[in-house]
């Protein structure tokens, strides 16, 4: 992606400056990167927005026996657009107690870290935005970042609710950090590398077989207690049910986002399907070979090898399962309690991901 | 913003969990417009962070005089209106007014007119029960299982719509019997939909009742014990959920109530020990069973006959006397005490609803739970504000 | 230790159960029904929106005097059988739906009818005069039974 839009971002910067009549210099080139950056980002938020709710939405209306939306367009597939008009066109209320300046910068600050995450993430031979060595580690820090836009909602709310909500998310998440770090060690050490694009090219080549889930069948011993704890930590760092506690509505009204309104709501809610999708995308490439198939047409000499949109197609599948996984998870389970939410952590997960981490450092060295 | 009432502040009041660490307490104004407190209460709480240190419920926001209005209006008139104190079980409500009017009157009711009414009013019992699980499970973060229950609850409701005309409000129950008989084929829907809801059953405990985060949320959780239950006079589930065996069907028989063969289940069931919030949720799904047990009974054997004499009309007047009745509604004893002058008009008409003495254990019983379990407790209690409020 | 990994196994077969019910659900096909277009089925014993057949109507008052609330408000001109209605109005703000107007009608001419949805912008809208012939206010052209017990609170 990035290769594309190093030349269509160039073009505009020639063309902006014909138009004023100087010579191409910074100022131009940063004016094109600021357009073609909010070009790329609309193209994977509009997806993510309308796509990601819409799925949500009808998925909870069938699992209850509902049909979900089917209003707005075909199949209600314009139901997220209408909300999305009727977000913007509400009043923007900001409660005259609130610390104005942390309530409006805290969506901003959420919207940013949950969508950054798309950045690292491989879909398809040569399409990453940012093949970072340190992938991993940057996806990681900004699941952390996330965090603080929702303490800074939290707290700036001044609405004991939302503190409430926000305090919640800090326990919840910054513990939930750690099975989630050392879950994600197990694929790194195992591959040697932090860098998503290089796992998934050692996971290429021998199929289902080559994933490191099930890499040569006995790595599955480690790597399935890994991917679950991954998984579930996963589901609390996105704050869905049932580890949904920092916006547990019916003990919290609705946490940390009670005194947004409009389209700064629009901004809380959006992230969470971005945060849902990257971590299914993260999930995927450590665990589940990326845009590798099971069926090893795409490793070093197979027919597809390198074949963008063969690459595409199975990342697409994997992260759209793990992601439609998440969403039925959350209609069939009831909340969890804060307590509870810390013994999991600390007392199941925390002990297991160790354990994974020691399996494969020794499977590692077999 | 200071809240406009007083929490006392006495030692009894510190909860068993120990406080290592002291932080500043906060007031939280649990309602009116929570999403958990089913209805108009407002519950103001004191915290430590999120454990309760006191808290104490506000009643009286959905208060419309109703014993005062069925006073002041003929005996026909004010049937209606006591639709609308339990408006979830209301034709449990109508029998017990028309119970206590009929035994100071002397009214004699038809065996087919008190066997409809079983019948109606335990349809009532099982949708009410199936909302009241419902919506624990919704206080719960578990929004499924509350469509499930409400599927089924819509089949009764539209079951009952056919014999009574309403939905909700059902205005059935009269003086001396009942409207209308069933109409043609009612009865055999009413048995293929106690089979629809017996085979939900395993479907609504296999996906909410057995679950293990349900389980780890309500075991042991917002105990209301045996004593609690006693000096409170909590009844209904709550009681039998803590382990006493009390069921006025059983033990005060009344609308033929003794023809029937059912058990009462009492706690504690599975898991967790008597008088938890599971249990109160596991009682609420077993009465369910039972319930459908009667009415497959009263349907099987539904006597011939007139479905209600006709005595009371608009003029008509009590003769002077008082009587008691006590009923068990879904909520638990709902009963009437009534006072005749001979007049057109009941000189006095005092309900006691289950739900507003139920209500009373929150301020003593919610210290020490964390937040969340106060959203279960008030959930397992199971309130309804009109009655609470009447 | 054993317990440690008997809960962790509970925890997922009881999740796993929970599944093995909703997610069936996807392919099945969806309780709900479709209000506007898809009309409930309305038993025709419902109490809705009241009927009045004014040529029927003696004027007696039954109705207005066994109301509850008073949401009936009836003004004439001659009472009996050629009974000339100059308002008949009902007030569907307080309206119970309890049906006890119906229940005194000598002649029948007042019954609730299935339709249930009445709406308007201003309370004034929902405050019916069934009497007012330039704009005759029938609900439903559906089957209308009489009040089954029609005679229980008359005698």
């Known amino acids: 992606m990035i290769a594309a839009a190093q030349p269509v971002s160039t073009a505009i910067a020639d063309f902006l400056a014909e138009l004023v009549g100087m010579p191409p210099n910074w100022f131009f080139s940063a004016i094109a990167m600021l357009l073609v950056a909010t070009g790329v980002l609309m193209l994977v938020v509009t997806p993510v927005g309308l796509g990601g709710v819409y799925i949500e939405r009808k998925f909870a209306g069938r699992m209850q026996n509902r049909r979900g939306p089917n209003r707005v367009g075909p199949y209600g597939l314009l139901q997220t657009l209408a909300d999305g008009v009727k977000l913007l066109a509400k009043e923007d209320i900001i409660a005259p107690s609130t610390d104005a300046p942390l309530f409006r910068l805290a969506p901003y600050v959420v919207f940013i870290g949950a969508f950054t995450g798309f950045v690292v993430l491989p879909y398809a031979p040569g399409i990453v935005a940012g093949p970072l060595d340190v992938g991993v580690l940057l996806f990681l820090a900004l699941i952390a970042f996330e965090t603080i836009g929702i303490v800074m909602a939290g707290w700036s709310s001044n609405n004991k609710w939302s503190l409430l909500g926000g305090m919640r998310e800090v326990a919840q998440v910054v513990s939930y950090e750690l099975p989630l770090g050392i879950a994600a060690m197990c694929p790194v050490i195992a591959a040697g590398t932090m860098s998503l694009n290089g796992i998934t090219d050692y996971q290429g080549g021998g199929g289902i077989f080559g994933w490191l889930i099930l890499r040569n069948g006995y790595w599955a011993v480690v790597m399935v207690p890994a991917f679950l704890i991954f998984y579930v930590s996963g589901l609390a760092a996105a704050k869905r049910a049932p580890f949904d506690l920092p916006e547990a509505e019916s003990e919290l009204v609705a946490g940390f986002h009670t005194e947004y309104s409009g389209m700064r709501f629009g901004m809380f809610f959006l992230p969470e399907y971005a945060l849902m999708l990257s971590i299914s995308g993260v999930t995927s490439v450590l665990f589940l070979g990326g845009y590798h198939d099971p069926f090893g047409l795409s490793g070093p000499g197979g027919t597809f090898h390198d074949v963008w949109w063969w690459g595409l197609l199975w990342f697409f599948l994997k992260t759209t399962f793990l992601f439609l996984s998440q969403i039925c998870l959350r209609w069939t389970l009831p909340r969890m309690r804060i307590d509870q939410v810390m013994y999991l952590c600390y007392k199941v997960l925390l002990p297991a991901s160790l354990a994974c981490l020691v399996g494969t450092a020794a499977l590692r060295l077999l | ?390 | 230790m054993k317990n440690w990994f008997a809960r962790i196994w509970h925890g997922l077969k009881t999740t796993l159960i929970g599944l093995s019910i909703t997610v069936p659900y996807l392919f099945r096909k969806p309780y709900t029904l479709q209000y506007p277009e898809e009309v409930p089925d309305i038993p025709e014993t419902e109490r809705g929106l009241h009927n009045f057949e004014i040529d029927k109507c003696i004027a007696c008052y039954q109705c207005a005097k066994i109301c509850p609330v008073d949401c009936i408000a009836i003004e004439d001109e001659i009472k009996g059988k050629n009974a000339v209605l100059l308002k008949f109005e009902i007030d569907y703000t307080k309206c119970l739906f309890c049906a006890l107007c119906c229940e005194p009608c000598p002649t029948e001419c007042i019954l609730m009818g299935p339709t249930f949805d009445l709406v308007g912008y201003t309370r004034d809208e929902v405050i019916i005069d069934y009497a007012d012939r330039e704009n005759p206010r029938t609900w439903s052209a559906g089957e209308q039974i009489p009040y089954p017990i029609a005679s229980f609170a008359r005698k």
């Open chain 2, 1 to 390: 913003m200071t809240p406009d009432i007083k929490i006392d502040h006495d030692e009894r009041a510190a909860p068993a969990i120990p406080r290592d660490v002291q932080t500043e307490e906060m007031i939280f104004n649990l309602g009116p417009q929570h999403p958990a407190t089913h209805g108009v209460l407002r519950v103001v709480v004191r915290t430590d962070g999120e454990i309760v240190l006191g808290c104490q419920p506000l009643i009286g926001n959905l208060h419309r005089c109703a014993e005062k209005i069925i006073e002041s209006l003929s005996y026909v008139q004010g049937l209606p209106y006591v639709d609308r104190m339990d408006y979830l079980g209301s034709l449990n409500n109508e029998l017990g007014i028309a119970l206590v009017v009929e035994k100071a009157a002397g009214i004699e009711v038809p065996k087919r007119g008190q066997y409809l009414r079983v019948i109606t009013c335990e349809i009532n019992r099982v949708i009410s029960h199936l909302f009241s699980a419902g919506q624990f499970g919704l206080d719960m973060g578990a929004f499924t299982p509350f469509l499930y229950m409400f599927r089924e609850r819509e089949e009764g409701i539209l079951l009952l719509n056919e014999i009574t005309g309403g939905r909700l409000l059902y205005h059935y129950i009269r003086y001396g019997g009942v409207t209308r008989d069933a109409p043609e084929g009612w009865l055999g829907r009413v048995v293929k939909w106690c089979d629809v809801v017996d085979g939900h059953l395993d479907e609504y405990n296999n996906l909410l009742t057995y679950n293990r985060i349900f389980l780890n949320r309500t075991c042991g959780v917002a105990l209301l014990q045996k004593d609690v239950c006693l000096k409170y006079a909590a009844t209904g589930p709550i009681l039998r959920g803590a382990g006493i065996k009390r069921d006025l069907r059983k033990d005060m028989p009344y609308s033929s109530y003794e023809d029937f063969d059912f058990e009462i289940p009492v706690g504690p069931f599975e898991h967790g020990v008597a008088g938890d919030s599971w249990n109160r949720h596991r009682q609420r799904l077993y009465e369910i069973e039972e319930s459908l047990k009667i009415i497959r009974q009263a349907c099987a054997n539904l006597p011939d006959g007139d479905v209600g004499n006709r005595k009371v009309t608009r003029a008509w007047k009590a003769p002077p006397g008082e009587a008691y009745v006590a009923t068990e509604a879904p909520r638990g004893e709902l009963s009437f005490y009534f006072i005749s002058d001979g007049g057109r008009k009941p000189y006095r008409m005092k309900a006691r609803g289950p739900s507003f003495n139920n209500i009373a254990v929150l301020e003593t019983e919610a210290r020490g739970l964390m937040l969340a379990d106060l959203i279960a407790l008030i959930g397992s209690v199971d309130i309804t504000l009109g009655e609470v409020d009447r």
